[in-house]
C-alpha cells in the first residue's frame, strides 16, 4: 500500500521526535553509569521518576510536553510502530489510537516508513491552542 508524501513527511516528524526524546533516556543511562563509576550510586535515578517529553505528534511546530516515567515511555515503544502524543495532537489519517491516558494517548501507525535522516518535515498539521 502507497501513502502519500504529505502522511510520510508527518510519520517521519513522529520518528524524529521520538529519537529525540529516546536520547533523553540514553543521556540518562550515561549519566548513571557515570554515577556509579565515580562510586556514587545513590545519585543514580529511579526509572519511575517522571519525565516530560516531548509529544510525538507530527506538527513540526509542538512544543508539549508530556509527564510521563521513562521506564513506562521504553515499555511504549517497544512496539516501534508507537508513540506517545498530547490528548487530540493524534492524524486519524495516518494513527489508531490505542488507548489514552489522562495527559496523552499512545498511537500505533497505520503505515510504517524507513527512519528519516534529516530534519523535522514542513506539514499541514497545527496544534497550536490544543
Known sequence: MTISVA????IENEMIFRRIN??????LDTLDAMHIEDG????????DVELHFQCECSDENCTAR???SLSRYRQIH???DMFIV???????EIEDIV???????????????PEPKGQLNKTTINNKGL
Do not use: M
Open 99 to 113: 488507548s489514552s491516558e489522562a495527559r496523552y494517548c499512545i498511537v500505533k501507525k497505520k503505515h510504517s516508513t
Open 40 to 47: 556514587n550510586p545513590h545519585l543514580v535515578r529511579d526509572d
Open 78 to 80: 517497544l512496539n516501534r
Open 22 to 27: 529516546e536520547q533523553v533516556g540514553a543521556d
Open 66 to 68: 508530556i509527564p510521563i
Open 7 to 10: 502522511e510520510r513527511r508527518q
Open 86 to 92: 498530547k490528548l487530540k495532537h493524534q492524524v486519524q
